[in-house]
């Protein structure tokens, strides 16, 4: 697969990768898309917003945080659509093995 910068392609994932580094990369190029970021931030407000406590600890205010959502999986299967810059180039040349591409 040739895969340019400066394109809009379709991955879908074909196979899951055995190592835990090619998951963890393939969960952050998913994360790229913009729908997810979008989602991601309202999220990340949402949790400012209602979800985390603030109490007083050491004489100070203290904010306990809840854990961040995750909004993408990686399965057989699933698609993502990103714009391929060349900064990502390299993650996406680590994972192709296990990516289709569709322009």
Known sequence: MAIEAGRKITFTITKVPARQAQRKTLTRLM????SIQNGLR???KRRERDLNVTHPRAGR????????TKLVNVAA???FTLDVT????ADLRSVEQFL???V
């Open 42 to 44: 309202r999220l990340s």
């Open 31 to 34: 994360r790229m898309q913009r």
């Open 77 to 79: 299967g699933e698609t």
């Open 61 to 68: 205010e203290w904010t306990s945080r809840v854990k961040a």
């Open 86 to 89: 060349p900064q990502i180039l």
């Open 100 to 102: 289709s591409a569709k």
